[in-house]
């Protein structure tokens, strides 16, 4: 894929509310957190780490994240 067709893609497509992601680069590689907003003009998630004893919230780009499980 080119570089400029690589570029207009929104890393956020795909990513809803609600939804389960993976955290795949970074200090919580590994961990899931649930989706609470996408910002698509930063191409940035908001999101909550998922079954953590203290609730975390973290704003990542949305090439960080992978989906896991989508809300229906």
Same mark, same amino acid.
């Given at each position: 894929?080119?570089? @400029? @067709?690589? +570029? %207009? #893609? @929104?890393?956020?497509?795909?990513?809803? &509310?609600?939804?389960? /992601? =993976?955290?795949?680069?970074? +200090?919580? #590689?590994?961990? #899931?957190?649930?989706? $609470?907003? &996408? +910002? =698509?003009? #930063? =191409? =940035? &998630?908001?999101?909550? $780490?998922?079954?953590?004893?203290?609730?975390?919230? $973290? %704003?990542?780009?949305?090439?960080?994240?992978?989906? /896991?499980?989508?809300?229906?």
């Amino acid at each position: 894929m080119s570089r @400029r @067709r690589q +570029a %207009n #893609k @929104r890393h956020v497509s795909g990513i809803e &509310v609600g939804c389960i /992601v =993976e955290i795949v680069t970074g +200090a919580f #590689k590994g961990e #899931k957190a649930r989706v $609470l907003s &996408v +910002a =698509e003009s #930063k =191409e =940035e &998630v908001s999101m909550e $780490l998922y079954e953590q004893p203290i609730p975390m919230t $973290l %704003n990542m780009r949305g090439d960080h994240v992978r989906v /896991v499980e989508r809300v229906e």
